[in-house]
T-cell receptor, first 113, second 114 residues
Framework: DQQVKQNSPSLSVQEGRISILNCDYT??????FLWYKKYPAEGPTFLIS???IKDKNEDGRFTVFLNKSAKHLSLHIVPSQPGDSAVYFC????????????WGAGTKLIIKP | ETGVTQSPTHLIKTRGQQVTLRCSSQ?????VSWYQQALGQGPQFIFQ???????GRGNFPPRFSGLQFPNYSSELNVNALELDDSALYLC?????????????FGPGTRLTVT
């Protein structure tokens, strides 16, 4: 049973436009959410996180939105740059599980010049 | 500051064999987590070690075992390899456990079981 779902395997966006990556979850116990970015032949790198007590967190070009009632979070990248082309993973955790990460399958983002 | 390193980079084993994968954590980190990432999927949590003790385990059979050493480096051992064990194995270190500490990942070890 997939607790964290990223339903879009890939997304193609024009350079300079907004990229929106989506993630849905089923476990209402999750209280901490993260986005990781992965380039080929490298390990995932942390991008941005959000606690369940917030509905938005911003860091430069990256903003994560959390909609707890819909069990949905999204990552917005504005403006999109060629270096943003990578696989993006959404992950969730909760304090009772010692913050072990449950990951989505990832979305491959392609930024077109 | 040295990042997380893993060895070997690639490995080919035969079904039924045993394998040991190694991970050196980032300086100052006392917690290591191991993940298995099958093709086209997200990483799946195997287990975590905190100060040389297992500190949580995912849904993996006992033939997946680990160790953490006093310098906080770690090993993942897999016995009786099966074809489905073919995957990218990722190690991540963090400052500590029990909180939403950022995890820093190594590049992974690609294991192929034939």
């Amino acid at each position: 049973d997939q607790q964290v779902k990223q339903n879009s395997p890939s997304l193609s966006v024009q350079e300079g436009r907004i990229s929106i990556l989506n993630c849905d979850y089923t476990n209402s116990m999750f209280d901490y959410f993260l986005w990781y970015k992965k380039y080929p032949a490298e390990g995932p790198t942390f991008l941005i996180s959000i606690s369940s007590i917030k509905d938005k967190n911003e860091d430069g070009r990256f903003t994560v939105f959390l909609n707890k009632s819909a069990k949905h979070l999204s990552l917005h990248i504005v403006p999109s740059q060629p270096g943003d082309s990578a696989v993006y993973f959404c992950a969730a955790s909760f304090s009772d599980s010692n913050y072990q990460l449950i990951w989505g399958a990832g979305t491959k983002l392609i930024i077109k010049p | 500051e040295t990042g997380v390193t893993q060895s070997p980079t690639h490995l080919i084993k035969t079904r039924g064999q045993q394998v040991t994968l190694r991970c050196s954590s980032q300086s100052g980190h006392n917690t290591v987590s191991w993940y298995q990432q099958a093709l086209g999927q997200g990483p799946q949590f195997i287990f975590q070690y905190y100060r040389e003790e297992e500190n949580g385990r995912g849904n993996f059979p006992p033939r997946f075992s680990g160790l953490q050493f006093p310098n906080y480096s770690s090993e993942l051992n897999v016995n009786a390899l099966e074809l489905d064990d073919s995957a990218l194995y990722l190690c991540a270190s963090s400052l500590s456990a029990g909180g939403p500490y950022e995890q820093y990942f190594g590049p992974g070890t690609r294991l192929t079981v034939t």
